[in-house]
């Protein structure tokens, strides 16, 4: 069951223009979500979160958007530029027990942007 | 920033052998660290959570007895792949969750090749 879904595997958009990356989930419980970025053979680079409680939290060209209702956020990247182009995760954070949390990964879209 | 290294970053070993990596939050602890492995093309895939001075939790279907977790300080996880195989060549990706937050940093990753 998978709980975190990306269902777009790639993007491609023009350098300037908006990147819009979309993530669905089925986890009620979920404290709050991460984006990471990562390039091929390295680790994945923490981009920005949202607290389940809110719906929007911005960070330079990043914002992010968490639609309750609709089990729904989304990654806005303004403007896009080539060195943005790489695989988008999002992720669920839901606590285990006190002081324990744990990462539930959605299968990654890839963006393409173009010059 | 806050930095998590790995070691090595790539290793090669015949089948059958054990290989021990390592993760380090450089400038700050961690209580938590999770690891990770991802497959080609795939998604990052939780293996266990380990918390400091304690036994690490495991997620179904990874296997204890063969990805030994050792979380011996706030600042030092090592995961060892026991009588490794040709099928645990991946990507290993350990990250760390600082005292204070619940934003986790990852590591750069490990690539095993199991000949």
């Known amino acids: 069951d998978q709980q975190v879904k990306q269902n777009s595997p790639s993007l491609s958009v023009q350098e300037g223009r908006i990147s819009i990356l979309n993530c669905d989930y089925t986890n009620s419980m979920f404290d709050y979500f991460l984006w990471y970025k990562k390039y091929p053979a390295e680790g994945p680079t923490f981009l920005i979160s949202?607290?389940?409680?809110?719906d929007k939290n911005e960070d330079g060209r990043f914002t992010v958007f968490l639609n309750k209702s609709a089990k729904h956020l989304s990654l806005h990247i303004v403007p896009s530029q080539p060195g943005d182009s790489a695989v988008y995760f999002c992720a669920g954070v839901t606590r285990l027990d006190t002081g324990r949390r744990a990462l539930t990964f959605g299968s990654g879209t890839r963006l393409q942007v173009q010059p | 920033g806050a930095v998590v290294s790995q070691h090595p970053s790539r290793v090669i070993c015949k089948s059958g052998t054990s290989v021990k990596i390592e993760c380090r939050s450089l400038d700050f602890q961690a209580t938590t660290m999770f690891w990770y492995r991802q497959f080609p093309k795939q998604s990052l895939m939780l293996m266990a959570t380990s918390n400091e001075g304690s036994k690490a939790t495991y997620e179904q279907g990874v296997e204890k007895d063969k990805f030994l977790i050792n979380h011996a300080s706030l600042t030092l996880s090592t995961l060892t792949v026991t009588s490794a195989h040709p099928e645990d060549s991946s990507f290993y990706i350990c990250s760390a969750r600082d005292v204070a937050g619940g934003t986790q940093y990852f590591g750069p990753g490990t690539r095993l090749l199991v000949l």
């Open positions: 949202i607290s389940s409680i809110k």
